[in-house]
């Protein structure tokens, strides 16, 4: 009996290795890097501003806003921040008895605030959207140097509705344009004589209610969709991950000291962040 030889039983020893050959670099190419940097700066970013609210109660959109505008204009940078900041403000929203009188006292200021936003819609991606980022840094610099001056103003309850509306007007245009809402709704807030607690809940209460009027605006615009959806999810985590490591900071540090760097490094990135893109602009 004659055994078959290696080409009549098995095929050509070429064939065989040609059929078997794996080749490397194309799927590699194909696949998904597993260290993706933009998802990265979002997580780090993230991290940073959940432990900025975790330490001294506040801060997360405005931080994080301000962070992601290094790297992107602030319409590429708040849908990711939407659902973060909705998420991590309706449980203030509701941590507290005070939520009836806050909306007694509010809804003009909440209203004012919803049209605002909806009457400058297109600020953020219309031909004066460059300017988004500039104002974003004037806002940063102004909010902290309005915190540093621990600056105190009252409004008489009689006045409340009507000024409430005007603010909420101005902090829904500047919140279409920049993302932001703490200019000038919280000094209002803090100015119609609101107590601590009643106070937290309010700002939870209100910016929830922004955030909100800002995702619906984002959506009819196609700015905020599946992938950005995915993103902000990673943030979300982050954020969260980032306000229980502040919480437990806080417990071992000194928060007015802590709240004291915190503001002066927002005027230094608020000064960067208008200071560049006037500059990149003119050089254009």
Known sequence: MVSPSADEGFGKPEGLLRNLQIVLSDPIGQMSPMFDPFLSAIVATFLLAGFIKGVIGLGLPTVSMGVLAVAMPPAQALPIVILPAIITNIWQTFAGGYLRGILRRLWPLMLGTLVGIRLNAGMMTGPYARYGTIVLGLLLVGYAMLGLSQFKMRIAAAHEKWIGAM????????????G?????SMPFMQAIGMEKDELVQALGVFFTTATLGLAFTLTRSGLFNATTAWQGTIALVAAFVGMFIGQWVRTRLEPESFRRWFLIAL????IYLAASTAFIGEGS
């Open 267 to 270: 005027i230094v990135l608020g």
């Open 167 to 178: 603010i909420g007007l101005v902090t829904g245009a500047i919140s279409a344009a920049t």
């Open 180 to 184: 932001v809402q703490v200019i000038p």
